[in-house]
């Protein structure tokens, strides 16, 4: 999960950066050979792919930061996160695709670097993989998975996130419910908020919110990395040589990267993403076949979809978005906490203009929501929009204000799970919304324009 934050430094590579400055960059960078010896590799495809490795790396920080952001414990070294970031060739797109933790893997034969002892294939958990062969059999494992040959490899920690969030001034992030989690503590309430660096690794750890575990942990992950790259290309990062300077050095200084990851690498990049912006990244995660696989002597692993998994890695080694296809500009959907598909709305026209009840209804329906098709009108004209809830069905009324801003919501005791719209004389349009269930898989593409607040 940490791994969201080295994006950043491919993003935050500015042209107008000297080489020299990025010279003295590269060389604090710790260097890691996870690509020696390797044989019988995937053949190379168009573009770039980086994997990106998040570890605990928890002896990096101080005692003070571990009790305010609950990281106590010994460091456990493993990996919690893993990701691919697939920069095309003509250097214009970016997609993520996480590789959830649990997912069920077999390590190709090796030897333990530890003992020199001999150990052939078997089926483990994929993040056990570097705990039992460091980043080379990490790497070997996801290339014998995806048959996509990994370029460049980068692994971040703890304190590597916080520093470059601390830099970069905070990032928004926007919740439509609150997300309290006891075991990272972290408590934020509905709405948009800037996160510094502790409380942005609370947000990104936090898997015990939603019953989702690391599946929604991942979507949360994927929407930082977005907001992220938003904040990093709309704050002027790119344009000054000393912020730039001073946001990759707290991302470099707690990196581990290939020894062909270097300066001409990062200028190269930065010169071709001068205009990178949220649009240009799409997200996702491998398609999930089961969420419980049993595994003896294993447990409970997450089974892939393999012929979805090959169609999307296939698409990585050609070089294609994944969200080809779809219409690249337009407002983006609004995230809601319950389905629209489960509210019910009645709408009434609360002003003299002819049709409007019936233009709203159509809209509501358009973007998912239940309503009755049979609109009416109210007994009195309204110069706001309004619409009436029962309180039990609160979280289902934010949802339909979502889509209509600026509406006011009236409480009504009693009135059951049927919401009204009173479209009054302010009623412009109808936003769209989307409902992304924690329960599930991401198996969809995001844009990150689609995900940002």
């Known amino acids: 999960m940490r791994a969201v934050t080295t994006l950043s430094v491919v993003v935050l590579a500015s042209a107008g950066i000297g080489h020299a400055v990025m010279s003295s960059l ?4 710790a260097r890691v050979d996870a690509f020696k010896d390797m044989k019988n590799r995937p053949r190379a495809g168009h573009g770039t792919n980086v994997l990106l490795v998040g570890t605990d790396g928890r002896d990096r920080i101080t005692e003070q930061e571990r009790r305010a952001y609950r990281l106590g414990g010994a460091p456990c070294h493993c990996t919690d996160t893993m990701m ?29 670097p530890a003992t020199g002892l001999p150990h052939g294939p078997h089926p483990i958990r994929l993040n056990a993989a570097y705990a039992e062969g460091g980043p080379q059999l990490t790497v070997r494992t996801v290339e014998n998975m995806t048959h996509v040959k990994i370029d460049h490899y980068l692994e971040v920690d703890f304190a590597s996130f916080m520093k470059t969030v601390d830099v970069l001034g905070g ?33 990104v750890r936090a898997r015990h919110i939603d019953g989702a575990s690391d599946l929604g942990r991942m979507k949360r992950q994927q929407q930082f990395l977005a907001e992220l790259i938003d904040r990093a290309t709309s ?17 470099l200084g707690s990196v581990r990267a290939d020894v062909g990851f270097g300066t001409d690498e990062l200028l190269d990049l930065g010169r071709a993403m001068r205009n990178f912006s949220p649009s240009s990244s799409e997200f996702t995660t491998v398609p999930i076949a089961q ?7 294993i447990g409970s692993t997450l089974k892939w979809d393999e012929a979805r998994t090959a169609r999307l890695f296939a698409s990585l080694r050609d070089d294609k978005p994944l969200s080809a296809g779809r219409p690249q500009h337009g407002p983006s959907a ?19 203009t002819a049709g409007l009840a019936k233009r709203v209804d159509a809209a509501l329906a358009a973007t998912g929501f239940a309503t009755t098709h049979q609109p009416v009108d109210a007994p009195a004209h309204v110069p706001r929009t309004v619409i009436s809830y029962d ?26 799970p049927l919401l009204k719209v009173t479209a009054g004389a302010d009623f412009k349009d109808v936003r769209k919304v989307r409902f992304d269930d924690p329960q599930q898989p991401q198996q969809n593409v995001v844009r990150g324009n689609e995900v940002v607040c």
């Open 334 to 352: 609004a995230p809601v906490e319950v389905d629209p598909r489960q509210i019910r709305v009645l709408v009434a026209n609360g002003t003299g």
């Open 84 to 112: 691919i970031v697939h920069i095309s060739e003509n250097r214009d797109r970016a997609t993520v695709v996480s590789l959830p933790r649990d997912s069920y893997a077999e390590v190709p034969a090796h030897t333990d």
């Open 391 to 416: 309180p039990r069905w609160d979280r289902s009324a934010r949802s339909l204000a979502t889509a209509l801003p600026g509406a006011g919501l009236s409480p009504v005791p009693g009135q059951g």
């Open 171 to 203: 990032v928004p992030v926007c919740t439509t419910t609150p997300l309290k989690d006891s075991y990272t503590g972290l408590d934020l309430a509905p709405g948009t908020h800037t996160l510094m660096g502790g409380q942005a690794l609370q947000y």
């Open 291 to 297: 969420l419980d696989y049993q595994v003896k002597g």
């Open 235 to 251: 704050s002027g990062v790119l344009l000054n040589p000393m912020r730039f300077r001073d946001v990759t050095r707290a991302v």
């Open 26 to 29: 590269d060389a604090g960078i």
